[in-house]
């Protein structure tokens, strides 16, 4: 399948799929999901130590594996996300490692994590939605035993940050807010 490389606001997707028949519920969860986002900045979180804690793995472990800054994110050479004008993309890289002797099964899809990334304790942006294979927020997959997956969540920031003085990522999960400083 050849996926051509679009902007990033055409590769978001909304976890709500609904017909054209039911626009105007759709509307009433866009203005509910909205008010989340709200919600979202004004939640005060638990502080928690871990990825891993705050989405709930179990035995999986989730570490936060480093940054980078970019105008374009590619995932191979068929596909790939480019920030809107003025922007750049915050790449987080998290790997999603399995430490037991079975194959696990993991569908982030189904939980629908929320990620919000606070930047030099200022600078706000939420996680955006792609179909990559590799996105955390949409990941689903068998992590073989011992086996460690490279995941992201992408986020658009002003070109103007160039130093990243710290990072703290907020995660909506079922309702809980939880902060992880990276």
């Given at each position: 399948?050849?996926?051509?490389?679009?902007?990033?606001?055409?590769?978001?997707?909304?976890?709500?799929?609904t017909s054209s028949s039911e626009n105007t519920e759709a509307s009433d969860e866009q203005e509910d999901s909205a008010s989340d986002t709200q919600t979202a900045d004004t939640e005060s979180p638990e502080t928690v130590s871990t990825i891993s804690e705050?989405?709930?793995?179990?035995?999986?472990?989730?570490?936060?594996?480093?940054?980078?800054?970019?105008t374009t994110y590619e995932q191979s050479d068929v596909?790939?996300?480019?920030a809107s004008a003025?922007?750049?993309?915050?790449?987080?890289?998290?790997?999603?490692?399995?430490?037991?002797?079975?194959?696990?099964?993991?569908?982030m899809l189904?939980?629908?994590?929320?990620?919000?990334?606070?930047?030099n304790e200022?600078?706000?942006?939420?996680?955006q939605t792609t179909i990559l294979s590799n996105d955390l927020s949409t990941f689903q997959?068998?992590?073989?035993?011992?086996?460690?997956?490279?995941?992201?969540l992408l986020f658009e920031i002003p070109k103007?940050?160039?130093?990243?003085t710290g990072l703290q990522l907020k995660i909506n999960l079922d309702g809980a807010f939880r902060m992880v400083n990276l």
């Open positions: 399948i050849f996926l051509p490389a679009a902007s990033a606001t055409s590769t978001i997707l909304s976890r709500d799929f705050a989405l709930n793995l179990g035995n999986i472990q989730a570490v936060y594996a480093g940054n980078r800054l970019c596909y790939a996300v480019d003025g922007r750049q993309l915050l790449v987080l890289n998290v790997d999603l490692s399995n430490q037991e002797k079975q194959d696990i099964h993991i569908d189904q939980s629908a994590p929320t990620f919000q990334v606070i930047v200022t600078e706000k942006a939420m996680a997959g068998d992590i073989k035993a011992g086996e460690t997956k490279g995941t992201v103007e940050i160039q130093e990243i």
